[in-house]
T-cell receptor, first 117, second 115 residues
């Protein structure tokens, strides 16, 4: 079975600075997908970024980028130039790849990020 | 474009009461899911459906039933609510993009309290 672990329950960062959120996972699969979702106080789940395990290049999306270390089973999220609107809970999630994939996501426990003015 | 709509947004039940949560999507997605979110535990999959008329159990299915009679709707039922079912419930639907892997779209959630 796959597991996803986020070891930082809470983090804070000053506006305009950079912060990195950690995520580790455990799987015996070779191909899979990894995601970061953002959940602001509105409760809406918003996809931030997605990484395909068979791609070595780290995904980027504007101010958001990931550091994907497949061998270490690590998938961290870097937020550059932090903005007040980045204040949210962030979830790391895992999805299997292949014919048995039904799109199910396995989530980590979440990290609450506070951006301070 | 409404996306994924959940009703109701809030509900308070007494132990033993029943209720149905409704999820509707207008994106013509085949796959739909129900998750629950509890503090410190992230989201956990309750049930899912890979198409109209099909359902399957997820990680925490006990105490819940689901139905997918129409492609656009996915219903989650609690037959006899228990305080342990106090949670925030999320519905999602997904599609398969050309680049592979499913992309899930979430509803705004339903906060349920069972007293």
């Amino acid at each position: 079975a796959q597991t996803v672990t986020q070891s930082q329950p809470e983090m804070s960062v000053q506006e305009a600075e950079t912060v990195t959120l950690s995520c580790t996972y455990d799987t015996s699969e070779n191909n899979y997908y990894l995601f970061w979702y953002k959940q602001p106080p509105s409760r809406q789940m918003i996809l931030v970024i997605r990484q395909e395990a068979y791609k070595q290049q780290n995904a980027t999306e504007n101010r958001f980028s990931v550091n994907f270390q497949k061998a270490a089973k690590s998938f961290s999220l870097k937020i550059s130039d932090s903005q007040l609107g980045d204040t949210a809970m962030y979830f790391c999630a895992f999805m299997k790849h292949g014919s048995s994939n039904t799109g199910k996501l396995i989530f980590g426990q979440g990290t609450t990020l506070q951006v301070k003015p | 474009n409404a996306g994924v709509t959940q009703t109701p947004k809030f509900r308070v039940l007494k132990t033993g009461q029943s209720m149905t949560l409704l999820c509707a999507q207008d994106m013509n997605h085949e796959y739909m899911y129900w998750y629950r979110q509890d503090p410190g535990m992230g989201l956990r999959l309750i049930h899912y459906s890979v198409g109209e008329g099909t359902t399957a159990k997820g990680e925490v299915p006990d105490g819940y039933n689901v139905s997918r009679l129409k492609k656009q709707n996915f219903l989650l039922g609690l037959e006899s609510a228990a305080p342990s079912q106090t949670s925030v419930y999320f519905c999602a639907s997904s599609y398969y993009p050309p680049t592979g892997g499913y992309i899930q779209y979430f509803g705004a959630g339903t906060r349920l309290s069972v007293l």
